[in-house]
């Protein structure tokens, strides 16, 4: 089994700052992609981030300059430092991963069960 556990999520005032932290852990061979997606209520899940094994990002257009996704390859970590959030960026956050458990097998797809962030004065 794989597992995907978020945390730093919490409350902050507009224009302040949340870094997020996703440990995989269990049975893992390796990992490709890892990213963050949110979504806020009453919308669709969406993409935020996401960074490659070698570390190349990709950033969604609205967190742009904002946000930046990192990774701890030894540590089967993703991170996401947030600044100057808006009420906007308030949803539940959600790691993502594509692990491959063994040296023969395909990578699979996992999920985080999310972390709340709330940006509000």
């Known amino acids: 089994q794989v597992q995907l556990v978020e945390s730093g999520g919490g409350l902050v005032q507009p224009g302040g700052s949340l870094r997020l932290s996703c440990a995989a852990s269990g049975s893992i061979f390796s990992i490709n992609t890892m990213g963050w997606y949110r979504q806020a209520p009453g919308k669709q899940r969406e993409l935020v981030a996401t960074i490659t094994s070698g570390g190349s990002p990709n950033y969604a257009d609205s967190v742009k300059g904002r946000f930046t996704i990192s990774r701890d390859n030894a540590k089967n970590t993703v991170y996401l430092q947030m600044n100057s959030l808006k009420p906007e960026d308030t949803a539940l956050y959600y790691c993502?991963?594509?692990?491959?458990?063994?040296?023969?097998?395909?990578?699979?797809?996992?999920w985080g069960k999310g972390t709340l962030v709330t940006v509000s004065s």
């Open positions: 993502n991963a594509d692990v491959k458990r063994a040296v023969s097998t395909w990578y699979i797809n996992y």
